[in-house]
């Protein structure tokens, strides 16, 4: 009862309205294609299955390279090197000469510089000579 | 899978040649090498060993205190030059290191360079080229500045 009073009122409504014949045609094709297309994509990407062992797999490889990364190279450096020294006393002076000939090598570097800059001086008070004549 | 196998084997190739001197360990083993390596071991030992001896020349006292580890390696083999001179360019183009100072005194070369984190200089390398002998000298530690000028007051040229 109450649809049809519902589609008197509709049909009131929309009296000189012009609905095209084939509407409803052409409205059942679009709903039927777009079905088509949504089970069509569905199919071509299948959903994701992430299984437990293959979470624990991962989790354990990391766990495995984390652990060799870190500590089998420490281990082996120690076996490889041995030290040169046997006494605190014979490695203090080895370090001792070793420091003295860097610090010369350093002084050798700090005398260029000044060396350079004395001769910037000299440049400069000649050229400022120059100027005055 | 095999990503996973590619990543593990970058990380322990990394992590090996981290810490550790391998240029050291590659010369150490030639023939007439002179070479000298003092441990981080060793130098928390004499930092502990109050009979020492302090020299009175040079202010190394404080320098070794901070110091982690000495490796030197000299040779005046002209093909072990040679190669160490190629292998030290390399290790240093690897690195990202701070040039200290380079001296060039017709025939003489020295080069130094240097690591720091923030001021503190975690890693110092020389190489230099003197009379037919060259020598690659590394020291690893906490040094300032300071400690290297302290050391350097100490002996002249």
Same mark, same amino acid.
Do not use: C, W
């Given at each position: 009862m109450k649809?049809? *009073?519902? &589609?008197?009122?509709?049909? *009131?409504?929309y009296q =000189?309205?012009? $609905?095209? =014949?084939d509407l409803e045609a052409r409205l059942s094709a679009t709903i039927d294609r777009l079905a088509a297309e949504e089970a069509h994509s569905d199919g071509a990407r299948p959903a994701r299955r992430v299984t437990m062992w293959k979470v624990v797999a991962v989790a354990a490889s990391v766990t495995i390279i984390v652990t060799l990364a870190l500590f089998l190279p420490v281990r082996d450096s120690h076996i490889q090197i041995a030290d040169t020294c046997t006494y605190t006393?014979?490695?203090y002076q080895e370090t001792e000469e070793v420091?003295?000939?860097?610090? #010369?090598? !350093?002084?050798? =570097?700090?005398?260029?510089? #000044?060396?350079?800059?004395?001769?910037?001086?000299? /440049?400069?008070?000649?050229?400022?000579?120059?100027? /005055?004549? | !899978? &095999? &990503?996973?196998? +590619?990543?593990? +084997?970058?990380c322990l190739l990394t992590v090996s040649a981290f810490g550790q001197s391998r240029f050291y360990k590659k010369f150490s083993g030639y023939e007439g090498m002179t070479k000298v390596y003092i441990s981080p071991s060793m130098?928390?030992? !004499?930092?502990?060993? !109050?009979?020492?001896d302090l020299t009175d020349d040079v202010n190394i006292a404080g320098v070794i205190k901070n110091m982690s580890g +000495?490796? $030197?390696? #000299?040779t005046s083999n002209p093909g072990y030059i040679a190669e160490m001179k190629k292998d030290f360019s390399d290790l240093i183009s690897a690195g990202e290191f701070e040039v200290l100072m380079e001296v060039e005194d017709g025939e003489e070369k020295v080069f130094m360079y240097m690591q720091k984190q923030e001021d503190i200089i975690t890693d110092l390398y020389i190489c230099a080229d003197e009379n037919s002998e060259f020598s690659v000298i590394y020291m690893s530690g906490k040094l300032t500045s300071e400690d290297l000028k302290e050391m350097m007051k100490g002996v002249k040229q």
């Open positions: 649809a049809d *009073k519902i &589609k008197d009122i509709m049909d *009131k409504h =000189g309205i012009e $609905v095209p =014949g006393r014979d490695a420091l003295q000939y860097v610090s #010369s090598l !350093m002084n050798k =570097g700090v005398n260029k510089v #000044s060396e350079t800059h004395k001769n910037i001086s000299a /440049i400069n008070t000649v050229n400022k000579y120059i100027e /005055i004549k | !899978m &095999k &990503k996973l196998i +590619l990543v593990a +084997l970058t130098f928390s030992l !004499m930092g502990d060993d !109050m009979q020492l +000495l490796y $030197v390696l #000299s």
